[in-house]
């Protein structure tokens, strides 16, 4: 079908609005007319729009054809736009017809509300940089809210300034990330997944966080893989013969500190996941039970974990002390004499752990204790989903067994980095108690 190209008009003078059948049109400020816009529907593969082809019409098109809708573009509370199927557009999608406009923002106010973010100068993001990948922009915070299930035309300030200003600024680094890795490899040669660590206290939100990241990843045609140093921990009966051997020191009673993890095994599965370069190759990861033995955790059954396949292009891998280096005993002891064996334990983690990361995400906070807070939130909903989780003296027990390792780790990892870290592919996101960026360095 023959498209007809809408005129040169700014993407920021425009305003989508819709009918009450949820079909839509885009309505330019510059003009008091109307322009009728036709597409086929074959022409807006993501990344690969006709250069022809107005962002505009690639938005309206493509946005509508996932099934997704996007708040800054049209009302998707009724219409084909959410539940139709492709026949739905494969003829024209935007009409010239009389219709009730739809309860939307402008693209140019979410174009001031992205400039806007914290992250966007730290990322070296200009303006012009945004309003070129203002298409991804908005396709993203489409993706988001359709993974969170919000609802895109009410989106909160705090809902947009997590999307916005924290998950898809994020997301562009991590792609920036990826070209640079790919660069590094010959034509002919098989690329390896890049392996993007997320060094962040328990509860900021790193969890959720990776878990955007990857179906951001997904929907854009990538394969991806979701890790944390979680996994790997020992099982139950591995932690009661860890307590048993180290009887008197706290930190080392329950999972959690250098020690209570199953080295061997996150060895073995990043050398695995690492060689995932070929079509067909599929591999299970590990996965650990929190709520196993009333909150205490246990490794899951591995009919349980999570199958991946490859080719990978990325491993995202988190965990609340990843890129943690050793430091002198007499620094550790000062501030609790029992993480001198957490810290001897801690020396055989960079070859575990860390010499497998290529790039790192660091979320820093300003005080460790807000850990407890957002522990005991995380518990409260796992015991409002119906599954066993520790009391709230039990979490205050809990989180106090992690403390002195952040009270003696984070000053240098935020000072010098993690562990092997290049800082020219370092990212460091300063947040709140809220869990959302700020101002930082």
Not at 4 to 11: A, G, K
Not at 92 to 117: H, N, R, W
Request: aromatic letters at 12%; charged letters at 20%.
């Amino acid at each position: 079908m023959a498209t007809q190209l809408l005129s040169q008009t700014s993407i920021f003078s425009s305003v989508f609005c819709s009918n009450s059948n949820g079909v839509g049109f885009y309505k330019f400020r510059s003009s008091p007319h109307v322009h009728h816009v036709s597409v086929s529907s074959s022409s807006f593969a993501m990344g690969k729009t006709d250069q022809s082809i107005s962002r505009l019409c690639y938005l309206a098109t493509d946005l509508a054809k996932s099934g997704n809708g996007c708040s800054w573009i049209q009302d998707n509370s009724s219409g084909c736009s959410v539940a139709a199927s492709d026949k739905c557009y494969q003829g024209t999608v935007c009409y010239a017809l009389p219709m009730k406009p739809a309860q939307v923002s402008t693209v140019e106010d979410l174009f001031e509300f992205i400039c806007s973010g914290p992250l966007i100068e730290k990322l070296g993001m200009s303006p012009q940089n945004v309003a070129d990948a203002i298409d991804k922009w908005l396709a993203y915070g489409s993706y988001l809210c359709r993974l969170f299930k919000v609802n895109e035309m009410e989106l909160t300030i705090p809902q947009k300034a997590r999307f916005y200003h924290y998950y898809i600024p994020v997301f562009f680094w991590c792609e920036d990330q990826i070209s640079q890795h790919h660069s590094s490899f010959k034509e002919e040669e098989e690329i390896p997944p890049l392996v993007i660590g997320f060094s962040a206290p328990q509860g900021c939100g790193k969890t959720t966080l990776v878990y955007a990241l990857n179906y951001l990843f997904e929907v854009t045609g990538r394969k991806s893989a979701m890790l944390s140093i979680d996994d790997f921990y020992l099982t139950a009966e591995g932690q009661t013969q860890l307590r048993e051997s180290n009887a008197g020191n706290a930190l080392l009673e329950f999972r959690g500190n250098a020690g209570s993890h199953d080295l061997e095994l996150s060895v073995e599965t990043l050398t695995a996941l690492y060689k995932m370069t070929k079509e067909g190759l599929k591999m299970k990861i590990p996965r650990y039970d929190k709520s196993a033995f009333s909150g205490r955790g246990d490794r899951a059954d591995p009919s349980t974990w999570p199958e991946v396949e490859g080719p990978l292009t990325v491993v995202l891998f988190e965990g609340w002390m990843l890129g943690f280096k050793p430091l002198s005993t007499e620094a550790v002891t000062a501030v609790d004499p029992q993480l001198e064996t957490v810290n001897n334990n801690m020396k055989a983690y960079y070859n575990a752990w860390d010499k497998y990361i290529k790039a790192w995400i660091v979320i820093k906070i300003n005080d460790p204790s807000c850990v407890y807070n957002w522990r005991l939130q995380a518990e409260i909903a796992m015991r409002e989903a119906g599954k066993p989780g520790m009391s709230d003296e039990e979490v205050r027990d809990f989180v106090s067994r992690y403390l002195p390792a952040y009270k003696a780790y984070l000053p240098t990892l935020y000072s010098e980095g993690p562990s092997g870290s290049d800082p020219k592919r370092l990212l460091v996101v300063e947040i709140d108690e809220e869990r959302n960026p700020i101002l930082g360095y």
